[in-house]
């Protein structure tokens, strides 16, 4: 059958018709997805003033279409980008492709400084992460040789996390390469992890999280970046050097950071440590030797119990990753290990392994955690305070105390999936401090959300 096509598509030797102008039979083996997709311009053709023809460095392999039409921007004295026309895909090939501009289109500003934008389909099972949203930007990274820290092909290819982890790890170490070229920079980023710290012991301590955050930066203003290769250690430090400048995303949680860090008598971790917020407002820290978090307040505001994890040498196994629980009260005093992470035998039920999930009782005198067991749940356990032991209570990888209402001091966990002792189906239970299952509360966690926020506010 023939049908009117538009332009066609080879994506992995299948061959895709998209609806315009020739007649083709389509077959697709996945559901694929739109994507724009900008390409630096490799080469102008036509007069200096006029190039109409262009040479893009996009092809058949990035999804390029033959007859697809898109936008041509020029490059502003600033670095943005300026919209100046519109142009025509004319031929394809696997690595780039040639495209001439429309009617009516401005070229008197066009270099190979531009980049046009393409509509292109891609599969619909491509890992959509922030290397994806930056690379369809025309956004290359570089390590300190000059290499692609990741190339548009493999980011294009990628169908899990592990590329993307991959570059954040060599991110990292090319900034550590160019640590002892920052040792003279005075500039000081003056908010958030980084407040007061200099350029050179950022490098050092950076994270792939810490790249993170600046690719969301740049995911959210890509005007200057977009079209061009950049050293990540150069524009890192720039970055820095500029005064860490975020992404929306991480500004409003920056805001609601530092809300929570002046909100009277509340807690906070920062940089390893646990901090309290007194009547004063002032922040004070607690705890030293850093690795801590997972802070929890007791109920009658003295008490701190939070997550310590030991030095390497000091763990008594791997596998468990040495992490401890404590208590300290709010002035920084009486600190005192209430747990640490320990194998017994085979009984996953007996062992403590990865704590996690620090919850209060109602009256204070219980704390309920959460302990690595069976591959798809964890083990909750509860430690009397007063004496200082602990058991097992049920599997679930949850656990919420409800402080008010008829179901006061009860749990919110989430089990295996089946019947309540009623005939109702959840995966999200209600259960009492003993463990004794009450009453199946919803298959969804919003529904068990929507069931705590009911007791409380009865």
């Not at 630096?40 to 200096?48: H, N, S, V, Y």
């Not at 270099?111 to 956004?139: K, R």
């Not at 209060?360 to 032991?389: C, I, P, Q």
């Not at 008010?404 to 259960?431: N, P, Q, T, W």
Request: charged share 25%; net charge negative; with cysteine.
């Amino acid at each position: 059958m023939i049908f009117a096509v538009r332009s066609i598509l080879m994506w992995r030797g299948i061959l895709i018709v998209l609806p315009g102008l020739m007649a083709f039979p389509a077959f697709a083996e996945s559901a694929q997805i739109e994507q724009r997709l900008m390409c630096t311009i490799a080469e102008l053709k036509g007069p200096p003033e006029k190039p109409e023809r262009m040479r893009i460095n996009c092809g058949s392999k990035h999804g390029i279409a033959l007859a697809a039409h898109g936008n041509l921007y020029a490059r502003e004295k600033a670095g943005g980008l300026a919209v100046a026309g519109r142009i025509e895909v004319e031929a394809v090939h696997e690595q780039d492709s040639w495209v001439r501009a429309e009617a009516g289109s401005k070229l008197d500003d066009i270099t190979q400084e531009g980049v046009v934008e393409l509509p292109v389909l891609l599969p619909a099972d491509i890992y959509h992460g922030l290397l994806l949203d930056l690379y369809v930007n025309g956004i290359t990274f570089l390590n300190n040789d000059g290499k692609p820290i990741s190339t548009l092909e493999q980011v294009l290819a990628a169908k899990d996390d592990s590329d993307e982890n991959e570059a954040l790890g060599a991110m990292v170490v090319a900034g550590h390469e160019v640590v002892e070229f920052t040792t003279k920079m005075k500039e000081k980023v003056s908010h958030g992890k980084w407040q007061g710290k200099k350029i050179t012991p950022i490098l050092e301590q950076s994270t792939p999280e810490d790249y993170r955050t600046f690719l969301r930066f740049m995911r959210d203003f890509p005007g200057k970046y977009s079209g061009k290769k950049w050293k990540i250690s150069e524009i890192y430090a720039t970055w820095l050097i500029n005064d860490a400048p975020l992404s929306s995303v991480d500004a409003q949680e920056e805001i609601k950071v530092k809300a929570q860090e002046s909100k009277p008598n509340s807690i906070h971790a920062r940089e390893g440590d646990i901090f309290y917020v007194g009547d004063d407002g002032q922040s004070h820290r607690i705890t030293t030797g850093k690795n801590n978090g997972g802070a929890v307040l007791s109920p009658d505001g003295k008490k701190v119990a939070y997550l310590h994890i030991r030095p390497k040498h000091e763990r008594d196994y791997e596998l468990f990753r040495g992490n401890e629980i404590w208590v300290v009260d709010v002035t920084g005093k009486n600190a005192k290990r209430l747990l640490k992470t320990r194998m017994v035998d085979d009984d996953v039920e007996a062992n403590l392994a990865q704590f996690n999930s620090l919850a209060f009782s109602v009256a204070g005198d219980r704390l309920y955690f959460l302990s690595e067991a069976w591959m798809e749940r964890d083990a909750l356990h509860v430690l009397n305070l007063a004496t200082g032991k602990q058991k097992f209570i049920t599997g679930s990888n949850i656990v919420i105390v409800i402080h008010r209402g008829r179901y006061a001091e009860h749990l919110v966990i989430e089990d295996m999936c089946h019947e309540d002792s009623a005939g109702k189906s959840g995966c999200y239970f209600l259960i009492t401090p003993e463990g004794k299952e009450v009453m199946a509360i919803g298959e969804k966690e919003a529904q068990a959300m929507e069931f705590v926020k009911r007791q409380e506010s009865d």
